[in-house]
């Protein structure tokens, strides 16, 4: 079955650490994004990623960094800069950048403790 | 002025009525839109996309209206199963943009 997979679910942070959330798509999709998602409100643009081995800043992008070594993969780093990072992170992907719909992933849930 | 605008609800409709959203959008220049449900703590996932004729599948019915720069979701009969959050999503100059989400509640 094609689809996204996120990973972990839950995730636990210590304030001053730096974590990673995986992202991976087997749709053979070109684009991939990330966004975030606080109670109450719509999904904002961290990063997005057009094709492989680039990528660019989307609306919230202080704090978070990215990379697209393959076109599977998609990988957010939450920083130790990052002021309020508990949220829920979604990743999508679209077979085309700007142009079709996007199908998102199951979700991770970060809480900084 | 935000993009996407959407009342954020909740609608509180009991089994088998007809309720409807409306989502408006900002930019006249808005190339594409999108319905997408999102259940509590779950991801959005695409309920339809939405064109200049208006579509329908099965209960639900989407219109676009480019005048008056909004668009509609209809659902007919509706389930408990229905109850979720209702994004609308607009696509301009090639990005995409989230509606905050309306809630819908069917009761039995």
């Known amino acids: 079955d094609g689809g996204i997979t996120q990973s972990p679910k839950y995730l636990f942070r210590k304030e001053g650490q730096n974590v990673t959330l995986s992202c991976e798509q087997n749709l053979n999709h070109d684009a991939m994004y990330w966004y975030r998602q606080d109670p109450g409100q719509g999904l904002r643009l961290i990063y997005y990623s057009q094709i492989v081995n680039d990528f660019q800043k989307g609306d919230i992008a202080e704090g978070y960094s990215v990379s697209r070594e393959k076109k599977e993969s998609f990988p957010l780093t939450v920083t130790s800069a990052q002021k309020n990072p508990t949220a829920f992170y979604l990743c999508a992907s679209s077979k085309r950048s700007g142009v079709d719909e996007q199908f998102f992933g199951p979700g991770t849930r970060l809480t900084v403790l | 002025r935000k993009e996407v605008e959407q009342d954020p609800g909740p609608f509180n409709v009991p089994e088998g009525a007809t309720v409807a959203f409306n989502c408006t959008y900002s930019n006249s220049a808005s190339q594409s839109f999108f319905w997408y449900r999102q259940d509590c703590r779950k991801e959005p996932k695409l309920l339809m996309s939405?064109?200049?004729s208006g579509n329908e599948d099965g209960r639900f019915t989407a219109q676009l209206n480019r005048a008056s720069q909004y668009i509609s979701l209809l659902i007919r009969d509706s389930k408990l199963s229905d109850s979720a959050t209702y994004l609308c999503v607009v696509l301009t100059f090639n990005k995409f943009y989230f509606g905050s989400g309306t809630k819908l509640n069917v009761k039995p």
């Open positions: 939405v064109y200049s």
